[in-house]
C-alpha cells in the first residue's frame, strides 16, 4: 500500500519536512517513490508549503492515502477538494473553479482572523496604557497629599 506521508529533515529542533509517496511498510525517514512537495511549518512568515499538485493527484487517484497530516495540508491547498470533485464525476474546469473560491474564501476568513486579534491586542494594549497613567495619578496625588499633611504638621510643631 502507498502512502502519502512527511519525512523529517532539517537539523535539531528547526524541522522541514519533505511531503513524500511511500511504501507503508518503509520507515519513515526511508526510502521513498516520489517527493510531491514540502512543508515547512517554522518559517518566519508562518508555514510555508509547496506541492507537486498534478503528482499528489496522480497519488490519489492511483489510491495512496494520506496521512493525517499530509491530508490537512492537502485539504488548506484544496487538494482534497478537487480530488473529491473529481471523484464524483464533475469537469476539471467546474473543480478548478470551485478550488479557487475555495481558496479565496479561505484567505478572507484567515484576514479577518488576524484582523481580529489585532484589535484585540490594541485593545489591550490601551486598556494597559490607560491603567498604566490611573497609578501614575494615584501616585501623584498621593504625593501631594503627603505633602500637604508635612505643611500642616510643620506649624504644628512649633
Not at 514540502?38 to 509547496?50: E, F, K, S, W
Not at 484589535?119 to 496604557?129: L, P
Not at 501631594?144 to 505643611?151: G, K, L, N, R, S
Amino acid at each position: 500500500m502507498v502512502k502519502l506521508r512527511l519525512m523529517r529533515g532539517g537539523r535539531k529542533k528547526r524541522p522541514i519536512y519533505r511531503i513524500v509517496a511511500a511504501t507503508s511498510t518503509a520507515p519513515r525517514d526511508g526510502r521513498f517513490l516520489e517527493n510531491v512537495g514540502t512543508y515547512n511549518p517554522i518559517a518566519q512568515d508562518g508555514a510555508q508549503v509547496t506541492l507537486k499538485a498534478d503528482r499528489v493527484m496522480h497519488w490519489l487517484q492511483l489510491g495512496a492515502q494520506p496521512t493525517d497530516t499530509a491530508r490537512n495540508i492537502f485539504s488548506a491547498e484544496g487538494i482534497m477538494l478537487k480530488y473529491d470533485l473529481l471523484k464524483r464525476g464533475v469537469s476539471e474546469e467546474d473543480a478548478s473553479a470551485k478550488v479557487d473560491a475555495y481558496k479565496a474564501e479561505r484567505a478572507t476568513r484567515t484576514e479577518a482572523k488576524a484582523s481580529k486579534s489585532e484589535k484585540a491586542k490594541a485593545k489591550i494594549d490601551a486598556a494597559s496604557a490607560k491603567k498604566v497613567e490611573d497609578e501614575a495619578k494615584a501616585a501623584e496625588a498621593e504625593k501631594v497629599e503627603d505633602a500637604a499633611e508635612e505643611v500642616a504638621e510643620a506649624p504644628a510643631a512649633e
